[in-house]
């Protein structure tokens, strides 16, 4: 075995830069070293310290006698308010059937409104922070119709806010259209956690909602906006890509309107490239527009 002591400082630097390097923490001394006695001595010794420097009993003044006293009336604690409940769950069918009734009982927009506020049957109001409606001019005759609402959209209690709603104004404003000037709306009234897609009850629960909007504002042409509000109106499962730029008729109630689709505008935040596609259904829509005398600039 060799000792430190027979080596020169340069082999021992070495030597310990070479055990570093191998991950050694700990040297160990040359001569074995019991802890344990080492620590029951440092115990003796406090145990022997400690009377010298605790106080005299003696002098340790008497506690003072408390006597306890019943809280007067005004001081007992209130009880706790009881916690706000979700509604409760109201089966699909049943819920389809309360939405219709209160759909088809307004005679206005404004009396929609109301209705859908007070609806408590789909299950994506309790979590939702505000329920989105229809706004804008419902007698112009153009309708914008989008999926459902985003963060901002909630954020903001309107349709097309945020980032989205810039890029779709300035949409608009590339046809000469104003959000002020037309009906904006969407599909679903309230967000869906997550942004998720909705489920098939929860679409068909707000169905009777959107279609009464388009009922009572009876636009004479529609543009729907991303894959969900396609798929919705023209019944088929393909993508944005396969519905977009083609006119089609949808049937709501007794009117037969002319629609089209178009993609969303966060397709085009998400993808730019899309952008000429958009811009080519806008040329369409505007086309139509004109024909219909519903835009003549």
Same mark, same amino acid.
């Given at each position: +075995?060799?000792?430190?002591? #027979?080596?020169? !400082?340069?082999?021992?630097?070495?030597?310990?830069?070479?055990?570093?390097?191998?991950?050694? #923490?700990?040297?160990?001394?040359?001569?074995?070293?019991? $802890?344990?006695?080492?620590?029951?001595? +440092?115990?003796?010794?406090?145990?022997?310290?400690?009377?010298?420097?605790?106080?005299?009993?003696?002098?340790?003044?008497?506690?003072?006698?408390?006597?306890?006293?019943? !809280?007067?009336?005004?001081? $007992?604690?209130?009880?706790?308010?009881?916690?706000?409940?979700?509604?409760?769950?109201?089966?699909? @069918?049943?819920?389809?059937?309360?939405?219709?009734?209160? *759909?088809?009982? *307004?005679?206005?927009?404004?009396?929609?409104?109301?209705?859908?506020?007070?609806?408590? &049957?789909?299950?994506?109001?309790?979590?939702?922070?505000? %329920?989105?409606?229809?706004?804008?001019?419902?007698?112009?005759?153009? +309708?914008?119709?989008?999926?459902?609402?985003?963060? #901002?959209?909630?954020?903001? @209690?309107?349709?097309?806010?945020?980032?989205?709603?810039?890029?779709?104004?300035? +949409?608009? *404003?590339?046809?000469?259209?104003?959000?002020?000037?037309?009906?904006?709306?969407?599909?679903? !009234?309230? $967000?869906?956690? &997550?942004?998720?897609?909705?489920?098939?009850?929860? %679409?068909?629960?707000?169905?009777?909602?959107?279609?009464?909007?388009?009922?009572?504002?009876?636009?004479?042409?529609?543009?729907?906006?991303?894959?969900?509000?396609?798929?919705?109106?023209?019944?088929?499962?393909?993508?944005?890509? @396969?519905?977009?730029?083609?006119? /089609?008729?949808?049937?709501? *109630?007794?009117?037969?309107?002319?629609?089209?689709?178009?993609?969303?505008?966060?397709?085009?935040? %998400?993808?730019?490239?899309? /952008?000429?596609?958009?811009?080519? #259904?806008?040329?369409?829509?505007?086309? $139509?527009?004109?024909?219909?005398?519903?835009? %003549?600039?």
């Amino acid at each position: +075995m060799i000792s430190a002591n #027979d080596l020169s !400082p340069a082999e021992l630097a070495a030597l310990l830069h070479f055990h570093a390097e191998a991950g050694v #923490d700990w040297l160990l001394e040359e001569e074995p070293v019991d $802890r344990f006695a080492e620590f029951e001595i +440092m115990k003796a010794a406090r145990r022997a310290a400690a009377p010298a420097t605790q106080p005299h009993p003696e002098r340790q003044p008497a506690p003072e006698r408390q006597i306890p006293t019943r !809280p007067a009336p005004q001081q $007992r604690a209130a009880a706790p308010a009881p916690a706000s409940r979700p509604q409760p769950a109201i089966p699909d @069918g049943e819920a389809v059937q309360q939405a219709r009734f209160a *759909a088809e009982s *307004a005679r206005s927009l404004a009396e929609l409104k109301t209705a859908l506020e007070a609806f408590n &049957g789909c299950n994506l109001k309790n979590s939702a922070r505000s %329920t989105i409606f229809a706004s804008g001019d419902p007698a112009s005759g153009i +309708m914008v119709i989008g999926p459902a609402p985003g963060a #901002d959209d909630e954020r903001e @209690g309107t349709a097309f806010a945020g980032r989205q709603g810039q890029l779709l104004d300035r +949409m608009l *404003a590339s046809i000469g259209l104003d959000r002020s000037a037309i009906l904006l709306t969407q599909i679903i !009234p309230w $967000r869906p956690p &997550g942004n998720r897609t909705p489920s098939a009850a929860e %679409t068909e629960i707000c169905r009777p909602f959107i279609e009464r909007q388009i009922a009572l504002a009876e636009p004479r042409a529609i543009l729907l906006l991303g894959n969900y509000t396609a798929r919705f109106f023209f019944g088929e499962n393909d993508t944005i890509h @396969g519905l977009r730029g083609r006119w /089609k008729e949808i049937a709501v *109630a007794d009117q037969i309107i002319p629609a089209i689709a178009s993609l969303h505008p966060q397709d085009l935040l %998400t993808a730019p490239v899309n /952008k000429r596609l958009a811009w080519s #259904d806008l040329l369409a829509f505007q086309a $139509r527009l004109k024909e219909l005398s519903l835009l %003549t600039n």
